[in-house]
Every structure is written in C-alpha cells, then in structure tokens.
C-alpha cells in the first residue's frame, strides 16, 4: 500500500477519470458527426458535442483549480528523460483540454451558431459571425482534437508500461483504492 504523499488525492483521481471518459466520448461523438450527412440527427448530435466540450472546459479549468491548490505527489524513480516526457505531455495535455473546446465554441460562433449549454444557458459569443473565420477554425478545432486523442494514447500507453514492465506503481496512483 502507497502512502497518502505518493497518491493523488480522491478528488484528483475523480476529476482525471470524469474528464478521461468524458474526453472519449467527445472524441467519438465528433467522429461520428464528422460522418452524419447534414439532418436533424447530425443538428442533434452537433448540440450534444457542444455541450459536452464545454462541460469538459469548466472541468478541465476546475482542475486547474484544484492543481493550484494541491501538489501532485512526487515523480517515481525513473530515467530523467521519462519525467521530462510526462511532465511535457501532461502539460500539452492540460492546454489541449481548454483549447479544444475554445476552438470549436469559437468556430460555432464563427459560422452563425450559438452555444447554448444544455438548451438552457446561451453562453457570449467570442467571435462574430465570419464564415472565412469559419473556415480556418474548423480544421484548426479537428488537428487539435486529433493532437489531443494521440497525446491521450501515449498517455495511456506510458501508464500500462509503468504497470504491466515497470510493475513501479506508477497506475495505483490514480485509483481511488488505497
């Protein structure tokens, strides 16, 4: 059993698997937009994508939050250039986790649409509508996305390694057991 100093704390390791499927889910749901031709399905599915994204950027600024306030336990022992790639990962994780999502409320106001959160609260616009704006934020929202689903993966890859090879530990830490 790991002490408390080398675990994150309950609310981290919710808040990291909140966002982790909640992630999966917004990468599937743009997949499988990306493929709806145009219809009231697509308009539907569109809206919960919205949602969702920002759902995940109120989460990943709580987050933020929440790191401000709480250190991360130490690294394990590892090879230096092992800490250097997670701490540069997670760090490009964290600026995808917000800028996903901006990208793609930016994009909707761009083409004409409002963010509506839930049908219910009509969030500002940042931008006006700008259909060459449009154009440019759409791929711009979609290599981002696309960014973030690969950094997820080698994320995820490095964490079974650490478990399954390195047998250090490393996965424990972020469970709620312990």
Do not use: C
Not at 69 to 90: E, I, K, T, Y
Not at 136 to 149: E, G, N, T, Y
């Amino acid at each position: 059993m790991q002490t408390p100093s080398t675990r994150y704390t309950r609310p981290a390791v919710l808040l990291h698997w909140l966002m982790a499927l909640g992630l999966i889910a917004a990468l599937v749901a743009g997949t499988y937009i990306a493929g709806l031709p145009m219809g009231l399905q697509r308009l539907k599915m569109i809206n919960w994508h919205k949602w969702l994204g920002v759902s995940l950027l109120a989460l990943a600024l709580l987050r933020l939050v929440w790191r401000a306030g709480h250190r991360p336990p130490a690294d394990l022992p590892m090879p230096r250039w092992q800490a250097l790639s997670a701490h540069a990962v997670h760090g490009l994780l964290y600026a995808l986790m917000l800028l996903v999502p901006l990208l793609g409320w930016a994009y909707s106001n761009a083409a004409g649409f409002p963010v509506v959160w839930f049908g219910v609260l009509p969030l500002p616009d940042f931008v006006g509508k700008n259909p060459e704006l449009a154009e440019l934020l759409k791929p711009a929202h979609r290599l981002a996305a696309w960014s973030l689903a690969a950094l997820i993966l080698a994320h995820v890859a490095a964490a079974l390694k650490h478990h399954f090879l390195d047998r250090d530990g490393l996965l424990s830490r972020m469970t709620l057991k312990g």
